[in-house]
Every structure is written in C-alpha cells, then in structure tokens.
C-alpha cells in the first residue's frame, strides 16, 4: 500500500530485544544456543540404558519444578497436549456424567469430542469469548473437563474454588498454558497436561500427563469403555502401565526435545524455580495490563479482570470507529497491522487466534522478558495509528 501519510506516523526509538511472542511454540528461554544441547543421546534407542534415564530425568525433574504431590504419576507421551488430553479423556471417562466447561477453541474441541465417547450424559456449560461460563454449576458427582487457561481467549479460572475437595468424581485439567506460569492446586485436579512448547518453551510434539492416585485408581479397577488405540493405552492387565511414567515412552520420543527440555529446566531451576517462573509471567502481564490502562483504543478480551491471562494475553480493538467496521474487514486490519510489525522486526505472530474475535494474541509466558513487552506496546500504538492515518479515517469518511 503507497500511503504516504506513512512518514507523519513516528516510529517508537525502540524495538524488542526478541520480537517472537508467538503462542506456541513459544519464545525459548533467555541465554538459549542450540550449541549448548546435551546430545550424548542422539543417535540411541530411546529404550537403551542412557537416554532412557534421561528421559526419567526429565520426567523427574518437570514433577520437582512443578511441586507434583509425591503420590502422583507423570509421563511423557505423544501427540503433545492434545495427545495428552485425548488419552485422559479415551481412558477414564464413561462411567459417571461430565461437566464441560467451555469458552474457547480447545475447550470447544473437548466437548465435542466427548459428545462421541458414549458417555452416560454429557452437560456443556459454555459462554462467548471473553467470559467464563458458570463455574458453580459443577457437580461434585461429575466428572469435569476444563481449560486452566484458555489459550484461544485469554481467559482462565481465577482459581479452583469451584471444585469440591470432597467429590466423588475425577476432574481432568487442560493446563498448557498454564503450567510453569500459574499456580495450581492440586487437591482440585486428578489429571493435568501440558506441552514442552508453551512456558518452558521447548520443543513441540510431546505432551506430558500427571495422573493422582485417584485417576490412577480409576484406571486400575474400571475398564474403558471403547476400543482404545495403542497410543492411547494406560493399562495392562487393569494395572498402571509404569513404563510410561519411569522413561519408557509409548512410541519414539525426540531426543533432540528431550535435551532441549533439559536446557529449559536447567534455565529455571538457575533462576529460581516455579516461583520466579511465576513472576516472569506475572511481569509481562503487568507490563501490558498499565499500557492497556492508559490505553483510548485497545481493551483486553477477558472481561473479568481476576480472568484475565498472564500468558496467552489476547487484546481487542475497542475503537468505535474500528467496531464500526465489517467483521471481515476488522479481520482484515488486523491482519495488516501485524504484518506491518513482522515488516519492522518489532513483533511476531500476534494475531488473534482463527476463531477468536480481532484482535491481537501476545504470548507473556516466563521465557518473555517484560522490557520486550513494554517495547511492543509502543509498536501496538504505532500500528493503530498508521491504520488510523491511512486506512479507518477514509472507511469512516466514505461509508
């Protein structure tokens, strides 16, 4: 587009040091050099002494950092998190009803693909984006499949009050976005998952599953009721297949992300473990959270403010003249304002999710410094501008 008034609209002095803030994969930790990757295992069974123990070590090490309850069981598993989630949800769902709480992509993706599992009843509790459905109508009797933090919206629970200590049921948690970056607790969960490729920003493919002795329980006394794929199999014998959870993956593991999830520990375990991981999420939300403030054109999309994501931050354009537009041409906008900061080299995949309404999606998770988060804002400004200047003044004047 030759649109002179270009040359009013000043750029910010300043761009990020690193301008990737991509949801997924995400932003690799600070100090990363693919030179510095362990990769004595390389070239090994995975099933050999060696790199088997360091895939235990990985393990281990992930259930230390996270502060996992020594009773729990953790796995490394394929498919990344979707993997991870399918196999909870094929292994232990079907013998009571289940609450799904919905108010974004994935969380959609989970209940319609529990609508196809057979299950006794299936009750979806969903609400728009921006919003949290009514958390109060889970059922200590049910079983219950939600998002910690909705990747797609950037809305989470503001806790797990909701969940009863004393339930009957099982509670599966989606946390990929969430793990490493936001406490939770884990009396209220029995399955958690998560990928390398969100907080720790590690390598994608692999997904991890926690199990409480509860799940496990479950597993071991009531048989899955459908035909489960090999990738999908827990038991053996309706006992704990252990392997899974001590370094013998189900099916080939990358080796390479294996060492590069041990170059992510070894970065967070030298900063200070979960707690700093927590603050450097913390940060970067602060950071946008004071520009969205102050801001006259951009608002965050989680209404709520105590739902509001420190690592999937997801903004919209509030702007009457902006919301004045066609949805497609608000898509469209948006599309050419993140072009604009991927052509200045100040920003990187920040659009909003497909299905998500415009806007834009910041990845704030820890491997993100907040200077990086500070400098965007001023480029966010400067991209609004220049579509304001050459673009929404001329749509407002001819429509």
Request: with cysteine.
């Amino acid at each position: 587009m030759n649109d002179t008034a270009t040359c009013f609209v000043e750029k910010p002095r300043v761009r990020p040091a690193d301008a990737r803030f991509s949801s997924g994969p995400c932003r690799k930790h600070p100090g990363w050099s693919i030179e510095s990757l362990c990769t004595d295992h390389l070239g090994y069974s995975h099933r050999a002494a060696k790199p088997k123990a360091h895939l235990k070590s990985a393990i281990d090490r992930s259930a230390s950092l996270l502060g996992l309850p020594d009773d729990w069981k953790l796995g490394i598993v394929p498919a990344s998190d979707t993997g991870a989630f399918e196999m909870a949800m094929w292994s232990l769902l079907g013998s009571r009803k289940v609450d799904a709480f919905v108010w974004e992509s994935f969380s959609s993706d989970w209940a319609k693909d529990l609508a196809t599992l057979d299950l006794p009843d299936l009750i979806v509790h969903d609400a728009d984006y921006g919003k949290l459905p009514n958390l109060g109508n889970a059922s200590p009797d049910n079983d219950i499949v939600f998002v910690y933090n909705g990747t797609t919206s950037g809305v989470r629970v503001p806790n797990l009050d909701w969940i009863a200590s004393d339930r009957a049921a099982l509670v599966l948690c989606d946390a990929t976005s969430a793990a490493y970056a936001m406490p939770i607790d884990y009396d209220k969960v029995d399955v958690l998952t998560w990928s390398w490729q969100k907080v720790l920003g590690g390598e994608a493919a692999h997904g991890m599953l926690a199990l409480s002795p509860r799940a496990v329980q479950r597993l071991e006394s009531q048989t899955a009721p459908r035909a489960l794929p090999k990738i999908f199999t827990l038991t053996k014998n309706q006992a704990l297949i252990g392997g899974i959870f001590s370094g013998a993956t189900i099916n080939t593991p990358s080796m390479l992300a294996v060492a590069d999830l041990h170059s992510a520990l070894d970065w967070s375990e030298r900063i200070g473990g979960l707690d700093a991981l927590h603050a450097r999420s913390t940060a970067n939300f602060d950071a946008m959270d004071s520009w969205v403030a102050q801001s006259d054109w951009v608002d965050w999309l989680a209404e709520a403010s105590d739902t509001r994501s420190s690592t999937s931050m997801c903004l919209k354009i509030s702007a009457k003249a902006f919301q004045q537009l066609e949805l497609d041409d608000q898509q469209a906008a948006v599309k050419q304002m993140v072009g604009w900061l991927a052509d200045e080299g100040a920003a990187f995949d920040i659009a909003n999710y497909r299905n998500a309404p415009p806007g834009f999606r910041i990845w704030g998770g820890a491997t993100v410094e907040s200077e990086d988060i500070t400098a965007l804002t001023a480029w966010l400004d400067w991209a609004y501008k220049r579509f304001e200047t050459t673009v929404l003044n001329k749509e407002v004047q001819h429509g």
